[in-house]
Structure formats: structure tokens, C-alpha cells
């Protein structure tokens, strides 16, 4: 009996998490990696507490998220454990305020508090706050979470040094700048919680043109001027930016050929591919640099 509630629970949280896994644990952990590279001795149980922080990071926001998104998740997500009638309302809020408890613990425990707590400020005003409703509040939340995010992936190995801030900071400007991808796929659901995402503001055609220059153009700028200053060149270097901005282009080409909700969808699966990328180069590139 006790397993067959475990299970039910782990079938649970898959549900709440599955479609922000690869843009928040699975990045994290390669942070977490990337961090080891440079600091060298690190414990594997530091890295298998920390996934389950990441876990936690990602559970606490996907559960307040989905908690007030019911009728949006109706439309676009209904496979979702609240509209699909896995889970009762009131069983959420106990499974989210069990969570906002251990997430802070955990971080103390790992070091890392301060961005534990910067993060539960950020997704409650997002999601409680009202700064999901507008596309500047909303980016602008993305880009400091994505801080707390990484900043709590290094600091729970070691101290950061100065390159590391860096790439860091530039992948903050581009999760405030592209984050937007994610709601071209999203306009019937958010049109019934009066959100001001950039698709309604400026329409899906206009937006989708700008995103596209921007992933044809800004995106590949902001990855050679930004994240790769002061790597050192090399094989490893120079195959990292060819994927990425590969990865940039394939993007702006399906934004301009694409334009179905599905198809919008696997785009902005795309971009979160492009960021674990991001983090897989700073895997192989900031030893070389920092070392």
C-alpha cells in the first residue's frame, strides 16, 4: 500500500513538473556539473541534494502556477493532474505550502538560502502578484528566477568567480529578452485570465517576426559577445557556438514557418533545449578559462 502511494505521488509530481523540467532541472544540474568541472572535489551526495533542491525549485512554482491556472490548463494543458481531476484543490495547496517549507530548508542546508528565498519572492509575485499578466513583468521575473536559479546550482559546489557571474548574468538577459517564445503557444489560455502576454499585445505575426530576428541575429550576438568573453579558443569553443547558434537559426525559421499552436510548442521546447545546451558548454568551456 505504501508503495503503490509513493508511486501515485511521483506519477503526481511528474505531472505538476514535466513541462518545466527541461528549462529548470535539467539546467540547473548541468550548472551544478559545470561548477564541479572548475572546483574539482565535490561529493556526489552535494550534487543529489541538489537535484532534489532543483526538484523542489521547479515543484513549488509549477504547483502555485497550476493552482490559480485551472481554467487556462482546461484549454491548453488538460492533461494536468488539477483539470484532469488527479488531484482536488485542496490537495495542491497542502502538496505547496509542504513544499515552500522544505525548499528554504534544503537551500539553508546547501548554502544557498538567499536564492532559495529570492526564488519564492519572484514565482509569488508572478503568480499571486499578477506579473505573469504582463509580458515586461512577466520577462522580467524570468531573468532574476534564472539568476536564482544558477546562482543556487554553483553556489551549492563553491564560490563563484568572476567568469562564472558573467555567464550567468548573460544567460539572465536571455531569458528576460526570449522568454516570451513560451507564450505564442498559449494565447487561448491566457486571453481568459486577461493576461497582456507580446502575441496579444502586438498580434502572433508581428511577434513572431521580431522573436525570429531576434533568434537569427541577437541571440547568436549576445552567445559570442557576452557568454564566450574570455574562453579561450580552442575545438571545444568553437563547436559549442556552432550548435548553438544552429540551434538559434533552426529556431527563427520555425517561427516564421510554423505558426500553429503545436508547432509554436516545440519551439519554445526548442529555446529550452538551447538554454541546457548553454549550460552543457559551460561544462566544457569555463574549466579551460577559469583553470
Known sequence: MALVAVARELSLTWGFVRYDFSATVVP???????????????????????AVYFLLYVYAFAVSNQ?????????NKPDRPLPSGLVALRGAWVRWVLA???????????????????????????NFGGF?????????????????????????VGPMPGLAWRFISGLAVVAFV??????????????????????????????????????????PLLTHAWLFVGVPVGFGMVACLVVLDGLS???????????????LHRSYMLFTYWYCLALASACVVLPTAVG
Open 249 to 263: 537559426l533552426w529556431i527563427a525559421a520555425r517561427l516564421l514557418l510554423d505558426q500553429r499552436p503545436s508547432g
Open 67 to 75: 493552482i490559480i491556472g485551472v481554467e487556462e490548463d482546461r484549454r
Open 28 to 50: 540547473a544540474t548541468l550548472g551544478m556539473v559545470a561548477a564541479a568541472r572548475v572546483e574539482g572535489d565535490v561529493q556526489p551526495a552535494t550534487l543529489g541534494l541538489g
Open 178 to 219: 526570449f522568454c516570451n517564445i513560451q507564450d505564442l503557444r498559449d494565447v487561448a489560455g491566457d486571453r481568459t485570465l486577461a493576461r497582456r502576454t507580446l502575441p496579444i499585445v502586438y498580434g502572433m505575426r508581428r511577434t513572431c517576426i521580431v522573436l525570429a530576428v531576434l533568434f537569427a541575429v541577437g541571440l
Open 132 to 156: 505573469a499578466r504582463h509580458w515586461a513583468t512577466k520577462s522580467l521575473i524570468m531573468g532574476v528566477g534564472l539568476v536564482a536559479q544558477l546562482a543556487a546550482a554553483w553556489g551549492i
Open 100 to 126: 515552500m517549507l522544505l525548499f528554504p530548508i534544503l537551500g539553508a542546508a546547501l548554502g544557498v538560502a538567499r536564492w532559495a528565498l529570492l526564488w519564492q519572492l519572484c514565482f509569488c509575485l508572478y
